[in-house]
């Protein structure tokens, strides 16, 4: 089953902080971030916009400050209640 690119995009925000449109479409085919952080923010993830001008260009770069009650294990993104599931299921299993 294929990563969604919103998924991988949430990824790369957690572990790199940032991202712009150009390292989108290089790294992940994504074409519209503008749209994936619109949902992403839309879900509850806290992600700043921010205006770069640079060569007399202007690109977004979008920052990410901290999702909606998640747990950040170090490959990956998981809800408060999964990970509550797991500790629970680990527990009981000794």
Do not use: W
Not at 43 to 67: L, M, P, S, V
Not at 68 to 92: A, W
């Amino acid at each position: 089953m294929a990563v969604s690119q919103a998924k991988n995009i949430l990824a790369h925000l957690v572990q790199h902080k940032t991202i712009t449109p150009l390292e989108a479409l290089n790294q992940y085919g994504c074409f519209r971030l503008s749209a994936v952080i619109f949902n992403l923010k839309k879900d509850g993830h806290e992600i700043e916009t921010q205006i770069i001008k640079k060569n007399k260009k202007r690109f977004a770069q979008y920052i990410y400050h901290r999702g909606p009650g998640l747990v950040y294990l170090s490959d990956e993104v998981i809800t408060e209640k999964e990970h509550h599931n797991r500790y629970r299921k680990e527990v009981q299993n000794g």
